[in-house]
């Protein structure tokens, strides 16, 4: 289990390093002169924001905890139906954080009047960054299964190994029609325990890497709802947000409840997910009178992280969550179970993007 705290602690560190270098990146710079609104009141701004921080937090905890309490609803186990729908509209949501907020603020963040028309203007960096930041969660994806497999597995016997081994024995004992019996009972159930374990295993690295995405960009938009004081936006995008970590926290909920951790992994995991958006609004507020939204610095910044952010939340929605259980045994049985999965998927992505209206 060296490997699941392993994880945790680069989250940590991520986490840490977001909180650190952020401010100093974006605090050291000249604002891009823009039209000032009436909405923008410091004084009206504050208790809004005080509001989102305690409002985010508690819809954050609800949506990450819900899937892990849902043992005791038998309707609600991994192993029911609903799971798989409740899971596919969550992973909509993720979908269409991704697509519909955070990779179209990143294109207008970098490709903003502020910034200098060379480099930002010639080249989609957006576009770009998100496709790297795809490939490199798969490489994390498919390296990080591998490692974990190689680990667990030590000191199996090989499959082939097994086979030649019972082939032996199954000539030695013909004349023994119970030993073959209890040979192939053997070794069926071996190969068993071998099935389940690597699929654990790849839903604990699911878990992480998703996780591991949700907190960049939490803090992210949250540090910039911190730092604005347009109270016409503010209104819109605290709704918006309660509405977004609600349903990507039963996502991710639901990815840590497959995985089956210990109880302090699994309250230190809901713990991240649930105080990164409230931090990254306390610290836009404390670096309110430094951070200037329109920077040249602040809108890179922001703007490089937007995208990777969103490559890597698209990866995930599609390949880890969606195509793994859309392409599993489980839907690929039951063509009523896919149908309602894919009224749950649009009706999460279609309900998210029409919040992008207000965030």
């Not at 392993?6 to 100093?24: A, E, G, W």
């Not at 930041?133 to 974990?148: K, N």
């Not at 009224?343 to 279609?350: E, P, Q, R, S, T």
Request: glycine share 8%; aromatic share 8%; with cysteine.
């Amino acid at each position: 289990m060296a490997s699941t705290s392993t994880d945790l602690k680069l989250i940590f560190v991520c986490f840490f390093l977001l909180s650190t270098i952020i401010p100093h990146a974006l605090s050291a710079s000249d604002e891009c002169k823009t039209q000032s609104s009436s909405c923008n009141n410091k004084a009206k701004a504050l208790p809004l924001k005080i509001i989102a921080i305690v409002s985010i937090l508690v819809t954050s905890m609800i949506g990450v905890c819900l899937p892990l309490f849902s043992r005791s609803i038998p309707a609600l186990q991994p192993d029911r139906n609903l799971f798989l729908i409740v899971k596919s509209f969550a992973a909509g949501i993720i979908l269409a954080t991704g697509f519909m907020h955070v990779l179209p603020d990143s294109f207008d963040m970098l490709w903003s009047d502020c910034l200098k028309e060379n480099p930002w203007h010639k080249f989609p960096f957006s576009g770009f960054l998100a496709m790297l930041s795809a490939i490199a969660t798969l490489m994390v994806d498919s390296l990080a299964t591998s490692l974990y497999t190689k680990k667990c597995n030590t000191g199996v016997i090989p499959d082939s190994s097994i086979s030649v081994e019972g082939d032996q024995e199954m000539q030695a004992a013909v004349s023994s029609g119970q030993h073959v019996h209890s040979h192939q009972l053997h070794h069926g159930v071996l190969k068993a325990e071998s099935g389940d374990n690597s699929q654990l295993l790849r839903y604990r690295v699911v878990a992480m890497v998703l996780e591991l995405g949700i907190v960049v960009h939490s803090v992210v938009i949250g540090l910039s709802l911190g730092a604005s004081n347009n109270t016409c936006s503010i209104k819109g995008l605290v709704a918006a947000l309660c509405f977004h970590q609600m349903f990507e926290g039963m996502g991710l909920g639901g990815c840590i409840l497959q995985a089956e951790y210990k109880l302090l992994k699994k309250a230190l995991m809901v713990f991240f997910f649930s105080v990164t958006t409230p931090f990254g609004i306390g610290l836009g507020m404390a670096l309110s009178k430094t951070y200037k939204e329109n920077s040249p610095n602040a809108l890179i910044t922001v703007g490089l992280l937007n995208a990777s952010s969103a490559g890597l939340l698209i990866y995930m929605a599609l390949v880890d969550l969606l195509a793994a259980d859309f392409m599993g045994p489980k839907m690929q049985a039951n063509i009523k179970l896919q149908i309602k999965s894919y009224v749950a998927v649009l009706l999460g992505a279609g309900g998210m993007s029409v919040m992008a209206k207000w965030a």
